[in-house]
């Protein structure tokens, strides 16, 4: 959706295609895209294509860029998207790393969350993340999510597959 939303540090907005530049200091980051579903990027022209693939009107979907309002700086992006499997809307979020140990995930998700809790009908919130993968195990919980179940994922490519865990929220 097109939105932009503010909370102390960020304004969390749209990503346009003329900032792939700063979406590729995230994207072909090892480090960043090591658990992230999609392999990692390689050219930053392939972060230009997939912004200009994002849908900013597709309903029930809320994917919006983290901007540092001191600096004017993209430092992220992530929002939920609604999982009608679940009844439940599904947080997705990355950052750049030296950005990481900030408190920035959680206070853009919850932002976001309490737009779309003001605008949609939120029942639960989930996260899906490699058990590995303890920061994000971390963001989950300060945005009271708790496990509810193991699963697994394999990134888009088939490179890897990850044993992993859903928390959830019931609102």
Known sequence: MR??????RLILRNIVP?????MFKWCGDPQVAEYMIYPLYTKSEDC???IESINPDKPKVYDLCFVLKETGEIIGMGGFTYVEEFDAWEVGYNLRRDMWGNGYV?????????YIREHEDVKAITGTFAVE????????EKLGMSYWKDTEYEKLDGSRKYKAQIYRRDF
């Open 133 to 140: 993968n303890i920061k994000s195990r971390r963001v989950m």
């Open 48 to 50: 230009r294509t997939y």
């Open 106 to 114: 959680p206070e853009a998700m919850k932002g976001i969350l309490e």
């Open 18 to 22: 003329d900032e792939y530049e700063a």
């Open 3 to 8: 939105v932009t939303i503010e909370t102390e």
